[in-house]
């Protein structure tokens, strides 16, 4: 089992920043990957950004050059700087890792911290 606890969360005007951490527990195994997937309210839950275990990034085209993905995996945890921000970054944000073994894929996910962005 893994265990992920994200914070950092809150209110920030627009053009604000924050910054987000995942810190991960439990059996996490040497492949696998995090990321950081965000829903608003009344929509599906959509990628942000993710990292792989050797620190290979990808980004949603709506935070490319805003938001940066990263990770200390001697600590097991995954940052996400979020600048710039805007009122459509308003939602509550998950944290995920996939461990991976072979073809099996398990997903583990976080609590999630809201973050709103309004003036």
């Known amino acids: 089992q893994v265990q992920l606890v994200e914070s950092g969360g809150g209110l920030v005007q627009p053009g604000g920043s924050l910054r987000l951490s995942c810190a991960a527990s439990?059996?996490?195994?040497?492949?696998?990957?995090m990321g950081w997937y965000r829903q608003a309210p009344g929509k599906q839950r959509d990628l942000v950004a993710r990292i792989s275990s050797r620190g290979i990034t990808d980004y949603a085209d709506s935070v490319k050059g805003r938001f940066t993905i990263s990770r200390d995996n001697a600590k097991n945890t995954m940052y996400l700087q979020m600048n710039s921000l805007k009122p459509e970054d308003t939602a509550v944000y998950y944290c995920?890792?996939?461990?991976?073994?072979?073809?099996?894929?398990?997903?583990?996910w976080g609590q999630g911290t809201q973050v709103t962005v309004s003036s």
């Open positions: 439990g059996n996490i195994f040497s492949i696998n990957a």
């Open positions: 995920k890792l996939q461990n991976f073994r072979g073809p099996t894929v398990y997903d583990y």
